[in-house]
């Protein structure tokens, strides 16, 4: 098994609604099973992951479990933690981001205000520039690949009549109560996908989740870094974005 095929490898961007996609997209066998189970998975068993956590985040978090030197996803959906998982091959950076759409949005059902919608579309024109989310160290070149598909967050409610929101009607009449109670149950997962070509990948020390600062609702991230030769896994906090993915 490549580094590569350690990622869960579903396209430029794929929307899932809890847990199955809802979207045109391709997704493959293996995101399917992997987000099903909520665990990305072993690695092979001749890598072993480095653990640590960065300085100013919290000391460890629920997103992530240390299970015989792996890094997997506790299968929790919990808004403000999210999943970073990125691989280093040749001169590209293949990133995949997985979260709660909350810490993009705001919310998890399908926009019903003016500022609901807006929030969607905006959301979507910040996703499609990943290279003022994500940011490699200069020395290294790494530039952002346009995605092959464009970012459209309002196709996670698609097929969904804007009254029960996925909940089979069970609600549809009482929706005068509590919004919050009216959603509780509601999860909605985004996966993002990207690839940035490096022209110096020998350079590659460290990225800037410069996510948090787009998004305030991300509050931590569990990162895993998957390098020729250096294989290793963070938990970053929104304290302290700049994370050293290699050397001291």
Known sequence: MTMRSMLLMTGAFTLVLTGVPVTGYSSSPEYQSGHNSQAAGPADDDTSVRTETAPGSPSDSDAVTREGGDVRSAGRHVHGVANLALVLEGETVTVEL??????ILGFE?????DAQKTAVRDAEVLLREPGKLIMFNSEAGCVARTPES???LHTLWEGHDG????HDGHHADDHAGDEHDDHKDEHTSVMLSYEFSCSAPDN???VDLAVFETFPNFTEIGVVFLGPDSQRAFNAGNRNQVIRLRGN
């Open 98 to 103: 997985e979260s709660p759409a909350f810490n």
């Open 109 to 113: 059902h399908a926009p019903e205000t």
């Open 150 to 152: 464009p970012f459209e």
């Open 163 to 166: 009254k029960d929101h996925g």
């Open 204 to 206: 590659l020390r460290e």
